[in-house]
């Protein structure tokens, strides 16, 4: 096995090893040790398997490390998502890009489900992962009743 560059997202980690999460096509990696890395960061670098069987790896070089901040603000979702919302079925979802980076996920829901939709948001790995992938640095959740606006931002 060769080296793989890449973005990944730190999925579990202890004193003694991590896994990390390739946010490019979600390949599993498992550290053999921990270089100090926590869950929830997002490392951009090498990792290269270790000899002689290859199925643990170590990172041999970070160019970024950060972490994402995803939290819901109390602000109200713009009137496109508004609008976008409103041409939606309760479980569809829109993705809107942003002019410069980013993109917005528009979620319709039951009305009586949508600060708990909100937080699932808020706590699913995946949105992590995505922010990780479009290389923002924070992530905005909105809502008003029946709409859930998931705003991927640069700083």
Partial sequence: MTAIEGTFLVTNADDGSATLRNVADSQVLTLSDNPGVEAGEVVAGT???EPPMEVTYTITEVTERRT???????LAPTAQTTEIAAEQAPGELTTVERAGEGEVHVLTVPEDETDEAAADVVEDEATL???ARLGVD???VRTTDGVVSVRYLPD
């Fill in 68 to 74: 994402i901040p995803v939290e819901t603000v109390d």
């Fill in 138 to 140: 924070r992530v905005e």
């Fill in 47 to 49: 990792v290269e398997p």
């Fill in 129 to 131: 992962s995505r922010a």
